[in-house]
């Protein structure tokens, strides 16, 4: 059977060939100036893992695995570091154990063996994290990795209130597909769509498809479901209410640490049939982000409103590297989008964008045509395809990644200032040089969200060494210019430094102490968000 794999991005058919390979590193030779020399990744048969330090009870060994494939592709998410290390073959810490659970019964012996013994356990959904959201512990007695893949169905539509109940383990594809026969979507598309899981979703505020107005999963949540190792939690499923603080605002972003989600009740729409697109040229940064909030501070509600600066429009787009692109995307089940289109476009104009009637694709018929054509097409296509990208560049020493914050708009172009000047300063003095490049992926009436892009040649060996430094002044220069250490990759335990700065004190406690109830033997994803107990 085609299984995923444990290093690249996508399954073992997507990582590049010996050949492809040394294309890669002849072009990096020739854009940087360097030598670069080819290297092939362990393969499955090749891993040396430590074995398993202890076995599943009989009740259990049935939904267990102690394979060493298993194992090492469960031990990393797919940060930079986490690719880098994974082709190398490097697996100090792996999980002794993947349990996949076929319902919350087997859930709760999982967690009952593990709060016994003092195992650590781990709740594993798409594993395209990309903050070391579920890495164990080095100092952890026994980790056992509950991956939720068995749980992926759709159990109830309810097609009147436009919501289902679905379990936490299902892919973004699978979830879609089962959702079509009745015209339904949760239109939620988070880059990592292909492989990660609505458990997932939820456990780290995922960002998704819209960039404005319904930005986060936190928007589509109706009602979730989390079993810990002291009970069931579950919320009353309701379209709003104003009881108290939510209890499901406690389980999302949550990331493993208090229980293991099981299932939800999703809001959910009908399938687009009207949509409508442009791309809008601005020869000025500055205009091109003004005009940005412009549109949002409209509240027309595009689905799409991102601004590429001309370097990512250049890398990602096509374009020539000298104007800033704003894409502009409107999609409907019902109306027509025509209207709410143009009357983005003339705001965007009236900023000083240029856009011809032939930059307009509108789609009224069902059509997908929209967002598919010219430089917005380019950088759909370039987006969709960004982590498959890096599968033949992380072998070969190029420091290449991604940071994304928020912030206000007032304080949103000295943030910019300081962090691409942070960011090209630690480039230069690791990299020998580099591009930083940015775009907006959502963006709010009172402030975008920027998401920035570095590049530079690193040393075979050191990659590692020089992508921490240059993202640990990245993270620096967000969190001292008044952003957010993460948009929608949630803390994992990369962000853990910036965050235990940025969240408030008493909430720490607070937090804590939900912990003491719901975990009181600390066993659930040590080291994310709080320190272990």
Same mark, same amino acid.
């Not at 995307?329 to 856009?355: C, H, K, M, W, Y």
């Not at 011809?356 to 054509?373: K, T, Y």
């Not at 002044?473 to 965050?499: F, M």
């Given at each position: 059977?085609?299984?995923?794999?444990?290093? +690249?991005?996508?399954?073992?058919?997507?990582?590049?060939?010996?050949?492809?390979?040394?294309?890669?590193?002849?072009?990096?030779?020739?854009?940087?100036?360097?030598?670069?020399?080819?290297?092939?990744?362990?393969?499955?048969?090749?891993?040396?893992?430590? +074995?398993?330090?202890?076995?599943?009870?009989?009740?259990?060994?049935?939904?267990?695995?102690?394979?060493?494939?298993?194992?090492?592709?469960?031990?990393?998410?797919?940060?930079?570091?986490?690719?880098?290390?994974?082709?190398?073959?490097?697996?100090?810490?792996?999980?002794?154990?993947?349990?996949?659970?076929?319902?919350?019964?087997?859930?709760?012996?999982?967690?009952? *063996?593990?709060?016994?013994?003092?195992?650590?356990?781990?709740?594993?959904?798409?594993?395209?994290?990309?903050?070391?959201?579920?890495?164990?512990?080095?100092?952890?007695?026994?980790?056992?990795?509950?991956?939720?893949?068995?749980?992926?169905?759709?159990?109830?539509?309810?097609?009147?209130?436009?919501? +289902?109940?679905? @379990?936490? !383990?299902?892919?973004?594809?699978?979830?879609?597909?089962?959702?079509?026969?009745?015209?339904?979507?949760?239109?939620?598309?988070?880059?990592?769509?292909?492989?990660?899981?609505?458990?997932?979703?939820?456990?780290?505020?995922?960002?998704?498809?819209?960039?404005?107005?319904?930005?986060?999963?936190?928007?589509?949540?109706?009602?979730?479901?989390?079993?810990?190792?002291?009970?069931?939690?579950?919320?009353?499923?309701?379209?709003?209410?104003?009881?108290?603080?939510?209890?499901?605002?406690?389980?999302?972003?949550?990331?493993?640490?208090?229980?293991?989600?099981?299932?939800? /009740?999703?809001?959910? @729409?009908?399938?687009?049939?009207?949509?409508?697109?442009? !791309?809008?040229?601005?020869?000025?940064?500055?205009?091109?982000? @003004?005009?940005? #909030?412009?549109?949002?501070?409209?509240?027309?509600?595009?689905?799409?409103?991102?601004?590429?600066?001309?370097?990512?429009?250049?890398?990602?787009?096509?374009?020539?590297?000298?104007?800033?692109?704003?894409?502009?995307?409107?999609?409907?089940?019902?109306?027509?989008?025509?209207?709410?289109?143009?009357?983005?476009?003339?705001? +965007?104009?009236?900023?000083?964008?240029?856009?011809?009637?032939?930059?307009?694709?509108?789609?009224?018929?069902?059509?997908?045509?929209?967002?598919? @054509?010219?430089?917005?097409?380019?950088?759909?296509?370039?987006?969709?395809?960004?982590?498959?990208?890096?599968?033949?560049?992380?072998?070969?020493?190029?420091?290449?990644?991604?940071?994304?914050?928020?912030?206000?708009?007032?304080? /949103?172009?000295?943030?910019?200032?300081?962090?691409?000047?942070?960011?090209?300063?630690?480039?230069?003095?690791?990299?020998?040089?580099?591009?930083?490049?940015?775009?907006?992926?959502?963006?709010?009436?009172? !402030?975008?969200?920027?998401?920035?892009?570095?590049?530079?040649?690193?040393?075979?060996?050191?990659?590692?060494?020089? *992508?921490?430094?240059?993202?640990?002044?990245?993270?620096?220069?967000?969190?001292?210019?008044?952003?957010?250490?993460?948009?929608?990759?949630?803390?994992?335990?990369?962000?853990?430094?910036?965050?235990?700065?940025?969240?408030?004190?008493?909430?720490?406690?607070?937090?804590?102490?939900?912990? #003491?109830?719901?975990?009181?033997?600390?066993?659930?994803?040590?080291?994310?968000?709080?320190?272990?107990?």
């Amino acid at each position: 059977m085609p299984r995923r794999s444990f290093w +690249a991005w996508g399954m073992e058919a997507d990582e590049p060939t010996l050949a492809q390979l040394q294309e890669t590193a002849l072009q990096l030779s020739s854009r940087y100036g360097v030598d670069v020399e080819t290297a092939s990744p362990h393969t499955p048969t090749e891993l040396a893992l430590r +074995a398993p330090r202890l076995s599943p009870p009989d009740d259990l060994a049935g939904i267990c695995s102690t394979d060493d494939w298993d194992r090492a592709y469960h031990t990393y998410g797919r940060s930079y570091p986490d690719r880098v290390r994974a082709f190398r073959g490097e697996f100090p810490s792996p999980p002794d154990v993947i349990a996949r659970p076929r319902g919350e019964e087997d859930i709760e012996r999982l967690l009952e *063996w593990c709060t016994a013994r003092g195992y650590h356990a781990i709740p594993f959904g798409g594993g395209s994290s990309v903050v070391s959201g579920f890495e164990p512990e080095a100092d952890a007695e026994g980790v056992v990795t509950i991956d939720m893949e068995r749980l992926d169905r759709v159990l109830e539509v309810d097609e009147i209130s436009r919501a +289902a109940r679905i @379990q936490a !383990g299902v892919y973004g594809p699978a979830l879609d597909s089962q959702l079509r026969p009745y015209g339904l979507t949760m239109r939620h598309f988070p880059q990592s769509f292909e492989y990660s899981t609505l458990g997932g979703w939820l456990a780290t505020r995922s960002g998704g498809h819209y960039a404005t107005n319904h930005t986060h999963i936190d928007e589509f949540a109706e009602s979730i479901r989390m079993i810990s190792p002291s009970g069931a939690w579950e919320s009353r499923r309701l379209p709003g209410s104003g009881a108290g603080p939510s209890p499901d605002r406690m389980v999302l972003g949550s990331e493993g640490t208090l229980g293991v989600i099981t299932e939800a /009740w999703m809001r959910l @729409q009908g399938r687009p049939d009207y949509r409508a697109s442009a !791309g809008v040229y601005f020869e000025s940064y500055e205009a091109a982000w @003004q005009a940005v #909030r412009n549109v949002v501070q409209a509240k027309l509600w595009p689905a799409n409103l991102r601004l590429l600066d001309a370097t990512e429009a250049h890398l990602a787009a096509g374009m020539d590297g000298r104007e800033s692109l704003v894409v502009i995307g409107f999609e409907s089940t019902d109306v027509p989008q025509g209207p709410n289109l143009r009357d983005a476009v003339d705001i +965007a104009r009236e900023s000083g964008g240029r856009v011809s009637n032939d930059d307009l694709i509108i789609s009224d018929e069902g059509s997908a045509d929209a967002g598919r @054509q010219g430089p917005v097409g380019a950088w759909r296509e370039s987006f969709i395809r960004a982590p498959y990208a890096m599968n033949a560049t992380v072998p070969l020493g190029l420091v290449h990644d991604t940071f994304e914050t928020a912030i206000t708009w007032d304080r /949103w172009p000295g943030l910019d200032e300081s962090v691409r000047a942070a960011v090209t300063e630690a480039l230069e003095r690791v990299c020998g040089g580099g591009t930083v490049s940015c775009r907006f992926t959502h963006v709010y009436p009172d !402030g975008p969200a920027p998401y920035y892009t570095f590049i530079g040649m690193g040393r075979r060996g050191g990659e590692i060494e020089a *992508w921490s430094e240059i993202k640990r002044v990245a993270s620096d220069a967000v969190a001292e210019a008044g952003g957010t250490i993460t948009h929608h990759h949630a803390v994992g335990k990369l962000h853990r430094p910036w965050y235990d700065n940025q969240r408030p004190d008493l909430f720490a406690e607070a937090l804590r102490a939900a912990k #003491r109830v719901l975990d009181p033997a600390g066993i659930l994803n040590p080291g994310v968000l709080i320190d272990p107990l």
